[in-house]
């Protein structure tokens, strides 16, 4: 079953996946070229090193796409229609009509308990995520919702555990914030950089979460020193949220003057430049 893509696809992101892959079939990790060879494409020769096109590929095929273009094709089309924001009477009955199947399909699940069908259905585009957040927000069966998220959150798979806290960054309000902090000290480094973002991200949400004082020494912890390199450029990006925290100016500036890794600097940068925008007038 393919995996469904993020309410919030970003090519970037998904790029950044396939690069993840490349590195690790290239180091000759066996769950990589696993996922090469379930992907229906060659094992890669040992003798040659993986190409990203394949990497790429790979990726595409895991979210339901036949190849990179027509995933990148996807990710376009659904730029130009929220770009376009066309609000026709037609366009319009038919967005409602979506919202309202996708809400029916999470109400169900919910009912039954389903967690893993529960997570597939919940993605979707952000538009129809949004509009049935907000049908399911008016009805009983929200709260079964939540509860089943939550307890995806200590489930024994790695995937089902990234999918809960993904899926609660856009419905979770603030009872959910200590289960969420919980994966910040997750085994799997995916679970770890999306409950950093899940914990830091208001955009996502109807409501933000309270800001938190103690959550800053565990970002400035994960940017500094966790050893995946993609939760360390979560986190530091997300020390924008608390950057006017002296402990987090104090470890932006630290990743500024020893970092070499490209994105991470980019992230540190855009965090530093958060605290210019928040001084008062």
């Known amino acids: 079953m393919p995996r469904p893509l993020p309410p919030r696809p970003n090519l970037h992101h998904l790029r950044a996946q396939a690069r993840d892959l490349l590195r690790a079939a290239r180091a000759g990790d066996l769950q990589a070229r696993e996922r090469v060879a379930a992907a229906r494409l060659a094992p890669p020769d040992p003798l040659e ?18 190849s990179w273009p027509k995933l990148r094709q996807h990710l376009a089309a659904i730029r130009t229609e929220v770009v376009a924001g066309v609000q026709s009477p037609r366009v319009r009955s038919r967005r409602q009509a979506a919202a309202q199947r996708r809400a029916a399909e999470v109400t169900a699940a919910a009912e039954q308990s389903d967690l893993d069908t529960l997570l597939r259905v919940i993605f979707a585009p952000a538009w129809e995520m949004n509009a049935a957040r907000a049908l399911l927000a008016a009805q009983p069966v929200y709260e079964r919702v939540i509860a089943l998220l939550l307890a995806g959150l200590d489930d024994p798979r790695p995937d089902v555990r990234f999918l809960a806290v993904q899926a609660l960054d856009h419905v979770a309000d603030q009872r959910c914030a200590p289960a969420l902090r919980r994966r910040l000290d997750d085994p799997v480094p995916r679970v770890r950089w999306a409950a950093i973002h899940a914990l830091t991200c208001a955009a996502c949400k109807v409501a933000p979460f309270a800001a938190d004082a103690d959550l800053v020494p565990i970002l400035v912890e994960r940017a500094l020193v966790d050893p995946s390199i993609r939760v360390r450029r979560v986190a530091a990006a997300s ?42 007038a």
């Open 49 to 66: 090193p993986l190409r990203l096109a394949v990497a790429l590929t790979v990726v595409a095929r895991e979210y339901g796409f036949p």
């Open 239 to 280: 020390l924008g949220a608390v950057c006017h925290d002296t402990r987090a100016l104090t470890a932006l500036e630290t990743l500024a003057a020893r970092e070499t890794d490209a994105v991470l600097l980019r992230n540190v940068r855009w965090a530093l430049r958060q605290r210019q925008k928040r001084r008062p």
